[in-house]
């Protein structure tokens, strides 16, 4: 049976390769290729309308945080520090923002830190900007109908106010080449005090218009994480040995435009970096395990983690303390001279 399903696997293989140059000549014959005679991507797509279905139903609020008012605020602060600044500006999206921030107001489970960040730069934009105009002095007027907050909490600054480090570029160097993918880890429980650190840094990550779509998702209990540990394909051989496992989980309701369906992996990607480089000055160890399209995988995880469809795991992080004598490949690294390019008109 199993050479039977080979022999199929194959001759479908090399049928679809003989469309691929036809169905690659136009965006209209890929698609049809892919609608015909691959499903790849049918999972994603129909995850894509889930995610849109989700994002209009709640109006761009996600339980204790909102994307809508994540991206508005945000594209306020650019507006604000904008050299030289316009003198009005945000008319197309001021109301809708504001609406945004009344409703996360009325929600108690919203978070505090997030609505005291909105209502900082709300009202450093209406102190800028004139009220005079209609729809500012409406919008206006909505803002202050509700409660007062401190409004020097969480605005703009200058870069010369920016958060001062000591690190050097041979000591970030360092930090750089000591973390390596590490697959040998002792018999230890890595503390949930050290989990929020790690996390508290990746949280400093950028995020297109500081909307930071993702969660990282602790599998707790022996039994369940090393069932879940063995459905990545990467972790063969060194899947029981994983005592602590992370599932990074972009959220697609975060946007209602298909443009952005990429924009999970980005964000989640870059803090996933960050909290792998905390975890070594906390003396713990990782290893990134890749999460590949496959619909057969992402229905058993969807189902083992209970996410909704339009809530993808991007990746998994296996954190631990490295045993002293568990073996890490070399792995070189491509120098920045094959890495860099330099390009002129």
């Avoid at 730069?121 to 401190?150: H, P, Q, W």
């Avoid at 409004?151 to 106010?161: D, I, L, Q, R, W």
């Amino acid at each position: 049976m199993k050479a039977i399903k080979k022999i199929v696997k194959q001759a479908i293989l090399i049928n679809q390769k003989l469309l691929w140059p036809l169905a690659s000549k136009s965006p209209l014959l890929s698609r049809l290729y892919y609608c015909f005679f691959d499903s790849a991507f049918g999972f994603e797509q129909q995850a894509l309308l889930k995610a849109k279905i989700q994002y209009f139903s709640n109006k761009g609020v996600q339980q204790e945080t909102s994307s809508l008012l994540r991206r508005n605020i945000h594209r306020l602060e650019k507006g604000l520090i904008m050299e030289p600044r316009r003198e009005i500006f945000a008319l197309e999206y001021i109301a809708e923002t504001v609406e945004a921030y009344l409703v996360a107001c009325q929600r108690k489970t919203f978070s505090t830190s997030e609505l005291n960040w909105a209502y900082s730069v709300l009202s450093e934009y209406f102190e800028v900007v004139s009220v005079t105009n209609k729809i500012v002095g409406n919008a206006s007027c909505r803002f202050n109908s509700i409660e007062k907050r401190n409004s020097a909490v969480c605005k703009p600054y200058t870069s010369e106010k920016r958060q001062h480090h000591t690190v050097g570029y041979d000591e970030f160097l360092n930090l750089s080449k000591a973390r390596r993918s590490t697959r040998w880890f002792l018999n230890a429980s890595v503390e949930k005090e050290k989990l929020s650190k790690m996390v508290a840094i990746a949280s400093q990550a950028p995020s297109a218009c500081n909307r930071q779509p993702f969660e990282f998702l602790v599998i707790e209990g022996d039994k369940f994480r090393k069932q879940v540990a063995k459905l990545p394909g990467g972790t063969v051989g060194f899947s029981d040995n994983i005592p602590c496992l992370i599932a990074v989980v972009g959220d697609q309701s975060y946007y209602p435009m298909d443009r952005d369906r990429h924009v999970i992996y980005i964000d989640s990607g870059l803090a996933s970096m960050q909290l792998m480089l905390a975890a070594e000055t906390l003396g713990l160890s990782s290893c990134a395990i890749n999460w590949p399209e496959l619909e057969k995988l992402d229905k058993k995880i969807c189902k083992l983690l209970k996410l909704p469809q339009y809530k993808r795991v991007v990746m998994f992080i296996a954190v631990g303390y490295a045993k002293p004598s568990g073996g890490i490949p070399f792995s070189e690294k491509k120098s920045a001279e094959h890495l860099i390019k330099y390009i002129k008109e």
